[in-house]
């Protein structure tokens, strides 16, 4: 009981800074959507036949690319729900637009980095992702699904490539199962060496990091035919360079956690740095928060659906707008279809109880935060 007060007083406390909302308002951010992880359930069993404990990591263990199946899943669920205005539930969608090209890769030795637009990656999957683009596309249409920019590759490529080169066994028997997000680190926060595309290890990661940027808003754009005007960093890692590198191209808005983690050359320090809703810095641009949660796929204890609406009802109280963190991995049957099944039933019983208990909800996606912190 003494500890559930305590979380409710953080949860009150961390909803007083930043600017009110009139309109209660719901936004689901989910990170990953483009990026490979575990490539296959083969590939899963044949590196755990090895003796690399993938099974420790609920990534490793249910994260790949949305297959067809994942995603109809997904927009059944989203468009059984309406606001006063008519709108389902919307995933802010946001996207990584390029992955490692194994062959190529390989074929120069680990020397050089190479990548393909994620659509391509999709067509060498099975026939169970071939559709898989052209159901973002219809997700977009009819505005259940709204990417946004999530980085150019989910990777630090430096220093994956870095340790391929030097003969790592862990990140070579992941290599060749088309797989780039093994092996564990301690060095960062998030305890994975490879993810954090925006983390340094010396002064010239800084350049080529805000050329990814640069590259990755216009694949955006190409890809997905509107330009990007929100952006998370992956794993909340990320510099002062790549806040202006992305102000320059267009974007408006910094999702983020509580905290950012602001890397620095010295190792295993970062600097954390927290933020509020409708925050401002120095380029413009507006910071959004995270604030509610719904991650079934972390943990089977958890009580996801009430943690979730306790957190939205604080949110409301303080006139702030309810911004729940849902990864892709939750919805993710493609290595284990009980994953996806689970999340898709709790995630029904959520946005039920929403919509019951808050009919005056609007449903948004993050890029459209903006006009409402500014009054438009």
Not at 83 to 112: C, L
Not at 147 to 159: A, S, T, V
Not at 250 to 262: A, D, P, V
Not at 299 to 323: E, M, Q, Y
Request: glycine share 4%.
């Amino acid at each position: 009981m003494f500890k559930h007060i305590l979380k409710s007083a953080s949860y009150n406390l961390q909803s007083i800074p930043g600017k009110r909302v009139d309109e209660k308002i719901i936004i689901i951010e989910s990170d990953d959507w483009g990026s490979i992880r575990m490539s296959s359930k083969r590939a899963y069993n044949s590196l755990l036949d090895k003796g690399i404990p993938v099974n420790k990591s609920f990534y490793n263990k249910y994260d790949s690319l949305a297959s067809s199946e994942d995603l109809e899943n997904l927009f059944h669920v989203l468009s059984k729900y309406k606001d006063k205005r008519g709108n389902s539930p919307v995933i802010t969608a946001n996207t990584i637009v390029v992955n490692p090209d194994f062959e190529r890769i390989r074929q120069d030795n680990f020397e050089k980095y190479h990548y393909e637009l994620f659509p391509d990656t999709l067509k060498k999957y099975s026939n169970t992702h071939q559709n898989s683009f052209d159901l973002w596309k219809e997700g977009i249409k009819s505005k259940v699904f709204i990417p946004q920019f999530h980085g150019r590759e989910h990777l630090n490529y430096k220093r994956w490539l870095s340790s391929l080169k030097q003969g790592n066994k862990d990140a070579v028997a992941a290599f060749d199962e088309n797989i780039f997000g093994y092996p564990l680190d301690a060095r960062s926060p998030f305890y994975t060496n490879y993810m954090a595309a925006f983390d340094i290890d010396n002064e010239n990661d800084i350049n080529d990091q805000v050329l990814a940027v640069q590259q990755g808003l216009e694949i955006f754009k190409d890809i997905i035919g509107y330009p990007a005007e929100s952006f998370i960093a992956p794993n909340y890692i990320w510099h002062d360079a790549i806040e202006q590198a992305v102000a320059k191209q267009g974007i408006k808005q910094l999702q983020s956690g509580l905290y950012q983690f602001k890397p620095s050359l010295k190792k295993e320090q970062y600097k954390k740095v927290m933020h509020y809703i409708g925050q401002k810095n120095k380029y413009g641009l507006s910071y959004s928060v995270r604030n509610a949660f719904f991650e079934p796929s972390f943990s089977t204890g958890t009580d996801w659906v009430n943690n979730c609406l306790h957190r939205i009802d604080v949110a409301f109280k303080w006139k702030k707008p309810a911004i729940i963190c849902s990864h892709r991995v939750n919805y993710i049957g493609a290595i284990e279809k009980s994953n996806r099944d689970n999340s898709l039933r709790q995630l029904d019983v959520l946005l039920k109880k929403i919509t019951q208990k808050w009919p005056e909800a609007i449903f948004i996606s993050s890029n459209q935060l903006n006009d409402y912190l500014n009054g438009k």
